[in-house]
């Protein structure tokens, strides 16, 4: 009932951006607001107020980072989740397990995020992990689940005036296009997959992309050729897997 309180919220009160719109995503280390981009993608929970006053200073969009599809026990909010709504551990991420997106309390915690986001300012939020339906997530979600929760969360952050980007999750982009203003890709170039976010160049949305490099000294070289192969339109950027405060851009 409370979300239909909120869904007169109108699209013009929320971010739209468009193609090219240039961005720095850092999730870890102090985090350096001096670059010229239009948007800073930083961490919910971690980011202090200075920092995110400080780009509020200076004009920039705030998107907030926090993980819609995974349970992480060290955020503080980590014990309200309820035990059989934890699955399986993602792999390769040490103290994170998928969440059952069909449970009301996981749902009611990602609502209280998202009144979070307003609360710090937040001008538009990157939930991760929303495709835990392909992943072996302990639940059995089916496709249809991930649909419904995707949008859940798109509408819910749409209600509180907040813009949203659809995180990876490439085999439902055509059907969560229309639900979300923005999306944000990892190594679609490497894994010959981009073509698949062109619902939302087509629509006049933009695709943040990321390409990785294990070691920072090689990233000149991946951008040689990144910058000239990637999708008309994507804001693409070379990045450590830390997301830390490197910046290389393509122009």
């Not at 200075?50 to 969009?61: E, K, N, T, Y």
């Amino acid at each position: 009932m409370l979300l239909s309180l909120f869904a007169c919220v109108p699209s013009s009160e929320w971010w739209a951006p468009a193609p090219g719109t240039t961005w720095q995503w850092q999730l870890s280390g102090d985090v350096d607001t001096s670059l010229d981009v239009e948007a800073y993608d930083i961490d919910l929970f971690d980011t202090p107020d200075r920092a995110l006053q400080s780009l509020r200073d200076d004009g920039r969009v705030v998107i907030c980072y926090f993980s819609a599809g995974s349970h992480e026990d060290w955020r503080d909010d980590a014990g309200d989740f309820p035990d059989e709504a934890l699955g399986e551990p993602l792999e390769g991420w040490a103290g994170e397990r998928w969440l059952d997106v069909r449970d009301a309390t996981v749902r009611a915690l990602m609502e209280a995020r998202l009144d979070h986001a307003v609360d710090r300012g937040c001008d538009a939020v990157e939930p991760d992990n929303v495709d835990g339906y392909a992943n072996d997530n302990g639940f059995g979600l089916e496709a249809d689940d991930q649909l419904d929760y995707n949008r859940f969360l798109a509408e819910a952050a749409h209600a509180r005036g907040l813009s949203v980007g659809l995180k990876n999750d490439l085999d439902q982009v055509r059907n969560l296009e229309p639900d979300f203003d923005w999306a944000l890709n990892e190594e679609c170039m490497s894994f010959d997959e981009c073509g698949r976010l062109d619902p939302f160049t087509d629509a006049g949305k933009a695709v943040f992309h990321v390409e990785y490099v294990d070691d920072w000294s090689a990233a000149e070289s991946l951008a040689e050729t990144a910058c000239a192969d990637r999708p008309a339109g994507f804001s693409t950027l070379i990045k450590t897997w830390d997301l830390g405060s490197e910046f290389l851009a393509c122009e």
